[in-house]
């Protein structure tokens, strides 16, 4: 006799009376009270009698109405909530929690609405993830993939096989939600498995759709769980299918195949990458960073965006990431020419402004730290390279004031105004300065 498991974890009372006399019984009547499971219960008898019946057993609807049946129960475990709802839509949406409480999950507090059959996590307010704590069945969803494969084996129809494959993909965003509620909780294993469900479903004929999120999101979950040659292959994957996030993909895919040890093709899909998207500063500096691993010149990186200046000359971006690839290689005469050519081009750019100021400011702490740390003795030498830390710290006062010229709020050339502005504030202006630009970081909430 064929010995059926029911797919899901039956109430004492379920498992030791009702089953055994709903199977022994021909009528049964049942008197219960909500949320005694007879619904899961009921049908999940119904289930097992038709797959233990061969001609049921040997029709498609039979094993669609189980794979339904599960993605139902796996759905009930989330409700209605979704990422990034408030508490209070969440008990108009959900309805009143069981309880509430607050646990702390890796040194930040969540609030925790507990619902019978899950645990709603909140951070700061708003919906993070769910962690199911009385399954009705394990593994609901892997559950209905079964099912609808055995009714696809079953279906000859191409009409009805067309309407299997509606059912599957509403059976891979189900995966794909409960693999982002994995990922959010950190549990990556788990995450990656159902990234990979999600995939295969879209790769069924059936279904036959290209999501390249999902190839990358397979490769995120992969890399956390130490797999870098597995998420190498799945970011490889993304990138050829047409997945984009302006460029970042090839900086995440370098960073999967140094750790796989892959350092020819982290290079390669760098070349790749930085002759699609020059102005994105991660493939830059990857770049840079490889060169330096390899004990190479990092200044090969600078041919790239010279090419991609010459064939547009008035994008100011493209003098920034130059500055910024002479910034961190230490020539600041060459990084201080690319940032004023940004801004002659565009006057309005905050960012270039900022960070001519912000070189400056780096060059005076430089010379500033190494007066301190000379001997008292060399008291000359102490004084020669205060004051040139101090003409330096000046030079940093005019590019930070054009920066909130052009962006009142910018709150980083705000915070090192304030800075320069007390330092100076013994000189003609300065004092003024100082308590204006304090008053505005204290109106934004910044200043101290």
Wanted: proline share 4%; hydrophobic share 40%; with cysteine.
């Amino acid at each position: 006799m064929t010995e059926i498991v029911i797919p899901y974890t039956p109430r004492s009372i379920w498992k030791d009376t009702i089953h055994p006399a709903l199977s022994a019984n021909r009528f049964a009547v049942l008197v219960c009270h909500r949320r005694f499971g007879k619904t899961v219960g009921t049908v999940n008898e119904m289930i097992k009698k038709a797959i233990l019946n061969e001609k049921k057993a040997a029709k498609p609807k039979t094993w669609l109405a189980r794979a339904e049946l599960l993605q139902k129960i796996s759905t009930s475990y989330q409700g209605n909530a979704y990422p990034g709802m408030d508490m209070k839509t969440f008990n108009l949406l959900c309805g009143p929690a069981v309880e509430q409480r607050e646990e702390q999950v890796d040194g930040a507090s969540y609030q925790v609405m507990v619902m019978p059959r899950s645990d709603f996590y909140f951070f700061d307010g708003v919906y993070a993830y769910y962690k199911v704590t009385k399954p009705l069945v394990d593994k609901p969803l892997d559950k209905a993939l079964e099912a609808y494969r055995k009714a696809l084996e079953l279906e000859p129809k191409e009409k009805n096989r067309a309407k299997i494959g509606k059912s599957l993909a509403e059976l891979e965003k189900l995966y794909v939600q409960e693999g982002a509620s994995y990922y959010a909780q950190k549990s990556y294993e788990a995450a990656h498995g159902d990234f990979a469900q999600a995939v295969a479903i879209c790769e069924m004929p059936e279904v036959s759709v290209v999501d390249t999120t999902l190839y990358y999101y397979k490769g995120l979950a992969n890399f956390q769980t130490g797999n870098y040659a597995g998420a190498t292959t799945d970011f490889a994957v993304a990138i050829a299918k047409g997945y984009s996030n302006n460029g970042e993909e090839y900086c995440v895919f370098y960073e999967a195949a140094s750790k796989a040890g892959q350092m020819d093709e982290a290079k390669r899909m760098l070349e790749v990458g930085i002759e699609k998207f020059p102005l994105q500063q991660c493939i830059v500096l990857d770049m840079i960073n490889y060169y330096i691993s390899r004990d190479e010149d990092p200044k090969m990186v600078l041919p790239y965006l010279d090419r991609a200046i010459a064939g547009d000359s008035a994008s100011a971006p493209l003098y920034f990431v130059k500055g910024v690839v002479y910034d961190k290689l230490g020539d600041r005469d060459q990084a201080l020419a690319a940032y004023r050519k940004a801004v002659e081009v565009d006057p309005k750019y905050v960012d270039a402004y900022y960070n001519i100021a912000a070189l400056y400011y780096n060059w005076g702490a430089e010379l500033q730290n190494k007066a301190v740390d000379l001997p008292a003795s060399e008291q000359n030498k102490y004084d020669a390279l205060m004051e040139q830390a101090s003409e330096k710290f000046h030079n940093c006062i005019p590019p930070a004031e054009e920066a909130i010229k052009v962006a009142p709020d910018h709150r980083e050339s705000l915070d090192l105004l304030k800075q320069l502005y007390f330092r100076y504030r013994a000189e003609e202006g300065m004092q003024a300065k100082y308590d204006a630009v304090k008053a505005k970081l204290d109106a934004l909430g910044a200043g101290n």
